[in-house]
Nanobody, 116 residues
Framework: VQLQASGGGLVQAGGSLRLSCVASGSMFRINRMGWFRQAPGKQRELVAEISSGGTTNYTDTVKGRFTISGDVAKNTVYLQMNSLKPEDTAVYYC???????????WGKGTQVTVSS
């Protein structure tokens, strides 16, 4: 499974960015897609995820500012990021999970930098 993410960049604090991710090459149905991020010197953490049924989950620090959307059945997920803060600066990774194989797939990552 290949995950192609796009939409990162440099933005001032308070600004917005939208990340997109498309998965391809899967022989099995993807059950959940999401976004993780990793800041320098920190562990990779979940930002938001969405199930094939549309259930969403967010880490507390982005609730009310970020919105995950998309159609997991069509292997597409988006992350709308508003009111960005310098602490949101990180490499953002698209993720896809297939229950039948219990395997997580990862995109290459896209840099998001928020200046103060």
């Amino acid at each position: 499974v290949q995950l192609q993410a796009s939409g990162g960049g440099l933005v001032q604090a308070g600004g917005s960015l939208r990340l997109s991710c498309v998965a391809s090459g899967s022989m099995f149905r993807i059950n959940r897609m999401g976004w993780f991020r990793q800041a320098p010197g920190k562990q990779r953490e979940l930002v938001a995820e969405i199930s094939s049924g549309g259930t969403t989950n967010y880490t507390d620090t982005v609730k009310g500012r970020f919105t995950i959307s998309g159609d997991v059945a069509k292997n597409t997920v988006y992350l709308q990021m508003n009111s960005l803060k310098p602490e949101d600066t990180a490499v953002y990774y698209c993720n896809a999970f297939i229950f039948s194989s219990r395997i997580n797939y990862w995109g290459k990552g896209t840099q998001v930098t928020v200046s103060s």
